[in-house]
């Protein structure tokens, strides 16, 4: 993708996403996607009413299986099993979270949470088997913005969660990118009302809670939003690891912009008008980062260790060896085979090429100054 191009986009600068596929809206009861809907006035594009109607569909039957669901768990939800403390994913979009996830799930002593329990929160325990066999259908090969396999099955963003459980979430703004603010709300958590903060906290607590009904291995979230929310984490899970990942910024701009364009494009309401496009992904690196910085002054040592997406990709197992020594996970050399393995495999992976703009790039190297020189990142040459 050119980055000072006009164009929108269209069909063709993404992976197929067929009408009947889902959005992650289809899995929010009631309550929770009409309190969205009505916050955005119902402004909703004409060409996205069956979309409306879809998901209002949807969400009746959610309300309603998840009173089933919590009338059926109620003891477990009530007693769960404990689990040790989450390791968190942290790191910008585009920077290579899905990879380090699915890499590190590759260690069976540990569980995430799959596309379905994402989409699904309020009732998959009582769902999950039988409607993601008889919808396996409608999910398509591939992620909408790269070459990543989608599936009910896949590991998944928590946030995904969070938002369809009605907790804030800079993700609302998704599905209405012209009428929510063009900021990150949410994103930093020091920037919302006590209330607000805590149901975030009981919000995020529920989901681990029934995510360990259902596996009461140690879990493991990956969220970018969770960059900068580290210390709000560490309290609320004592003995929580983050590990880190980061990314050529001059990479992740281009990428993650792309990444917007292609979820509004999917999953809006609305038709995308992008006028706000580049200085939303500025603002979500520059408070993301802000707060991490800040954070980390908080964690103790052994609790955060940093990873470079081209160490990663150069040399996966060598880069896995020393996240597990510096958070000390153990276990390393039990599933190092199935590292080696997974290295094989990626041998093949091609990623998007992006050209660049000497203006963005300009501005990059302006704004993030800070992270590229903590990193080691070089400017481009541009022509």
């Not at 203006?359 to 990059?364: A, D, G, K």
Request: some cysteine; hydrophobic content about 35%.
């Amino acid at each position: 993708m050119n980055t000072p191009t006009k164009q929108k986009p269209s069909n063709k600068d993404f992976h197929s996403y067929p009408w009947w596929s889902p959005r992650f809206w289809h899995g929010m009861p009631m309550r929770v996607w009409f309190d969205l809907v009505r916050q955005n006035h119902w402004n909703i594009a004409p060409s996205r009413l069956g979309l409306l109607g879809t998901i209002s569909l949807a969400s009746c039957f959610n309300s309603i299986a998840e009173s089933l669901c919590k009338a059926r768990f109620r003891k477990q939800l009530k007693s769960p099993p404990e689990t040790d403390p989450p390791i968190f994913i942290i790191g910008h979009w585009r920077s290579g979270t899905t990879l380090l996830h699915e890499i590190l799930m590759l260690d069976d002593r540990f569980c995430c949470p799959s596309t379905y329990q994402c989409f699904a929160p309020s009732h998959f325990l009582l769902t999950e088997t039988f409607l993601t066999t008889a919808l396996a259908w409608i999910m398509p090969s591939k992620r909408p913005m790269d070459n990543v396999a989608a599936g009910w099955h896949r590991p998944q963003e928590d946030e995904f969660a969070l938002v369809n459980m009605g907790a804030p979430s800079p993700y609302r703004r998704m599905a209405f990118p012209n009428t929510m603010p063009a900021e990150p709300t949410a994103l930093d958590l020091k920037t919302l009302s006590v209330d607000e903060a805590e149901q975030w906290k009981s919000v995020l607590r529920r989901f681990i809670t029934t995510l360990a009904i259902r596996d009461a291995r140690r879990p493991i979230l990956k969220s970018p939003t969770h960059t900068a929310r580290m210390a709000t984490l560490a309290k609320m899970f004592p003995g929580a690891r983050f590990l880190h990942i980061v990314r050529d910024p001059f990479i992740v701009f281009p990428s993650t912009k792309r990444l917007w364009n292609s979820l509004h494009h999917v999953q809006a309401m609305q038709i995308d008008s992008e006028s706000n496009a580049e200085e939303y992904v500025f603002k979500c690196f520059d408070t993301m980062y802000s707060a991490f910085q800040r954070d980390r002054a908080e964690l103790k040592d052994g609790q955060l260790h940093e990873i470079q997406y081209e160490e990663l990709v150069a040399d996966p197992v060598s880069s896995m060896e020393k996240a597990y020594e510096k958070l000390k996970l153990g276990g390393f050399e039990k599933v190092r085979p199935a590292f080696e393995k997974q290295a094989e495999s990626m041998k093949g992976y091609t990623t998007n090429t992006y050209h660049h703009d000497p203006r963005i790039v300009s501005e990059i190297a302006k704004r993030w100054q800070p992270f590229i020189q903590r990193y080691g990142y070089e400017q481009p040459t541009t022509e």
